[in-house]
């Protein structure tokens, strides 16, 4: 009688419904979705970090003076919370810090909006 089975990504769940469930269909819960999505954009964050940390930016000053100094991968490191956040509950200054992502780092920045998507979808899901 069991139409439906829902749980996380582990192998042995499909093994018992195989065994036990021979007409049920496997879900996969919208709570490890979104951790897996999370995991996955805090991964890019990461990559982004490093990449920022061996590859500055070039901040030579147009006129005189020394260069500023390229703060792109603190910047990045201090984001977590900015990207971990749906655009409706950011603060002022995590909107400025997705603003310098988008501008700073696209890779991360379309992780940051496949990630908001993935969300969204996953709540559009959900029984009320």
């Known amino acids: 009688n ?3 089975v829902s749980g ?3 192998k042995w769940i499909q093994a018992c419904i195989n065994d036990f469930c021979l ?6 819960d919208p709570f490890h979705v979104v951790q897996w999505a999370t995991e996955a954009l805090d991964e890019v964050r990461r990559l982004a970090w490093r990449d920022a940390l061996r590859n500055p930016a ?3 000053p147009k006129k005189r003076g ?15 919370f ?11 200054k995590q909107q400025a810090q997705l603003e310098f992502i988008a501008k700073a780092d696209k890779r991360l920045y ?3 909006l496949r990630w908001i998507y993935n969300l969204s ?5 959900q029984p009320n």
């Open 2 to 4: 069991i139409q439906l």
């Open 8 to 10: 996380d990504g582990a």
């Open 23 to 28: 007409v049920a269909k496997r879900c996969i």
């Open 58 to 60: 070039d901040k030579t």
């Open 66 to 80: 020394r260069p500023k100094k390229d703060t792109t991968a603190k910047d990045l490191k201090g984001s977590r």
């Open 82 to 92: 900015a990207l971990g956040k749906a655009p409706e509950h950011l603060t002022k």
């Open 110 to 112: 379309r992780a940051y």
């Open 121 to 125: 979808a996953t709540a559009l899901r």
